[in-house]
């Protein structure tokens, strides 16, 4: 026995020998894999009409907001303000 080789292979993982077996595991991993993106794709499903719905409550249920945010005109009277410039300081 080598110098750097283990008697200790209690948590080695090993293909088992048996071959039903070999295909009932195989089938498992399958099927948790498929479980794992079914679940996923469910779950961002869930998440996509969440967003939805959010969008759509909040264009029910939204107060009236000013002509300005829709992109109306609003009318008014404005004055140009200059500016100002402090007097130079004497010498």
Do not use: C, N
């Not at 110098?3 to 595991?25: A, D, G, I, N």
């Not at 498992?28 to 499903?45: H, I, R, W």
């Not at 004055?79 to 130079?88: A, G, N, S, Y």
Request: charged letters at 20%; zero cysteines; a positive charge.
């Amino acid at each position: 026995m080598s110098r750097f080789q283990s008697t200790w292979t209690r948590f080695e993982f090993r293909k088992p020998r048996h071959p039903l077996l070999r295909v009932f595991l195989g089938l498992v991993g399958v099927g948790v894999l498929a479980l794992l993106v079914v679940g996923g794709l469910f779950l961002g499903l869930a998440m996509l009409a969440a967003a939805a719905l959010w969008r759509i409550g909040g264009a029910l249920f939204r107060r009236s907001r000013p002509a300005a945010a829709e992109g109306g005109v609003i009318d008014g009277e404005y004055t140009v303000v200059r500016k100002h410039h402090p007097p130079l300081a004497s010498r």
